[in-house]
């Protein structure tokens, strides 16, 4: 069985109808909706050249002594999109490295006075990257520009 992506709407720009899916994004956790864990578009990476494989890049979280990351990345465009524990969402050039925008969940004002902990990993559709955290509220933002579309409590 294979996962389809919903229609787009009428007025989906071209950026957005990329993101919906394209060979070699990993737009969810575990890769796709079946949660197959397999890049068919992955050839390059052999069991013959893996251990030539060198660091390009690495990403420093903000010091956080309670906690350790919990969100894995979701990669689409070229960009990889991820949260850490102190309550900021990234989007990173996934060949690079530079943070494209970063947004801080505590402006959502959803529980004042609290750091939230970006809990699960994000899904990227349609323009939109849906993510949770450890306080049971739900965020959506703009994959293009990182700012808030929504964001509601789920955790009564």
Do not use: C
């Not at 956790?29 to 197959?36: E, F, I, L, M, T």
């Not at 990476?45 to 956080?64: C, D, E, H, M, R």
């Amino acid at each position: 069985m294979t996962a389809q992506a919903a229609p787009l709407p009428a007025d989906a720009d071209a950026a957005t109808a990329q993101s919906v899916s394209a060979p070699g994004d990993w737009p969810t956790w575990q890769g796709n909706q079946a949660g197959s864990r397999y890049a068919a578009a992955e050839y390059q990476i052999t069991p013959s050249n893996v251990g030539k494989l060198q660091l390009k890049w690495a990403f420093a979280y903000s010091p956080n002594d309670n906690d350790a990351p919990r969100s894995q990345p979701a990669i689409v465009g070229g960009i990889a999109y991820f949260g850490d524990t102190n309550g900021t969402f990234y989007a990173v050039d996934a060949k690079t490295g530079a943070t494209r925008w970063s947004y801080n969940l505590a402006s959502a004002g959803l529980n004042p006075g609290q750091t939230p902990i970006v809990q699960d990993s994000p899904s990227v559709t349609h323009g939109s990257i849906f993510f949770g955290d450890t306080f049971g509220n739900v965020y959506d933002l703009n994959q293009q520009t990182g700012k808030l579309i929504w964001a509601k409590n789920f955790d009564n």
